[in-house]
């Protein structure tokens, strides 16, 4: 069907989102097509900023107890229902690299199948095969490359997890991940799903999908800021499995009590490693007649 500017147009005029613009501080004149790296500025990000600093110049040591200390969990909470999670499945914290080490270490550690290969994509973005690699080289587990365009079922022998992008960086192509969430998992195989380029950009179903990990970031397609952190999910009945291995202070039990050894708190407190210290009010509120969309709190 040929497309014409009024026919553009009038899709514009009858884009439900079409408002959306207006809440991001983008200068005058600019198209915006870059939130695949980082996303424009929501103006309601300034007014948050100032909050914080505010918080933290007058409440000093008492922040810590009063919001910042569990803001992983309490943004993953709002992030949920973005990425088709449950509340209790998601954190915010640190980035995607970590995040994805972490993971490794959780599943690898509880695979009792004797497999221990992970294998990272080809053509993915590098960050996930670097770090896949950097786990297996202190853990001894074997890693491997599933080559640009191969064949995924082809290549799960042996295989205790593999780390896709449901969207890759370069090329778009978008992966149907039900299908090969499936597909992995009757293979015996676990999926750490990447969803740097489908967060915020796409609908997602994460529990629909039955997948069961997942990491992504808030700087791209949710508009987090330079800096703003990654997020993890873990499916509710597969939170029970162990450690992540990057045991710090902040996912200790008692983080105060300044123990010797470690025990974990629970399954998300566990797996935030340096959580978020600043950001006492959230800069979005879920919107129920998007679904999963959010909308800029004003
Ligand atoms: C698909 C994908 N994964 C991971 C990353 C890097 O994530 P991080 O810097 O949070 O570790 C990027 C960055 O653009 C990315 O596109």
Not at 91 to 114: A, E, H, M, P, R
Not at 136 to 163: I, M, Y
Not at 167 to 183: I, P, Q
Request: charged share 20%; proline share 7%.
């Amino acid at each position: 069907m040929p497309v014409s500017l009024d026919s553009v147009r009038e899709r514009d005029r009858q884009d439900p989102l079409a408002d959306f613009k207006s809440h991001f501080a983008l200068p005058e004149g600019v198209l915006y097509l870059d939130g695949n790296s980082l996303g424009a500025q929501p103006k309601a990000a300034k007014q948050a900023v100032d909050e914080t600093l505010d918080q933290w110049r007058d409440q000093l040591i008492k922040g810590w107890n009063q919001g910042w200390f569990d803001a992983p969990e309490r943004l993953g909470n709002l992030l949920a229902p973005v990425i088709g999670a449950q509340r209790g499945e998601v954190s915010v914290t640190d980035n995607i690299t970590l995040n994805i080490f972490k993971l490794l270490g959780y599943i690898l550690g509880q695979c009792k199948s004797g497999r221990q290969a992970v294998l990272s994509e080809g053509g993915n973005f590098p960050t996930d095969g670097y770090i896949a690699q950097g786990y297996c080289r202190v853990s001894g587990a074997e890693h491997r490359f599933l080559p640009e365009g191969g064949n995924l079922a082809e290549h799960l022998d042996g295989v205790a997890v593999v780390v896709l992008s449901q969207v890759n960086y370069r090329t778009g192509k978008l992966r149907d991940m039900a299908t090969t969430t499936k597909l992995v998992h009757d293979h015996g195989a676990e999926v750490i799903w990447d969803l740097a380029h489908s967060a915020g950009a796409l609908p997602i179903d994460l529990n629909g999908c039955g997948a069961r990990y997942a990491v992504g970031c808030t700087y791209k397609y949710l508009n987090g800021g330079p800096g703003a952190p990654a997020f993890l999910y873990v499916h509710s009945d597969y939170q029970d499995k162990g450690w992540q291995p990057l045991s710090g202070w902040h996912g200790h039990a008692s983080p105060f009590a300044f123990e010797a050894d470690y025990t974990p708190a629970g399954i998300f407190p566990a797996f935030a490693l340096a959580p978020i210290r600043h950001l006492p009010t959230p800069l979005w509120k879920p919107h129920s007649p998007y679904g999963a969309r959010w909308t800029c709190r004003r």
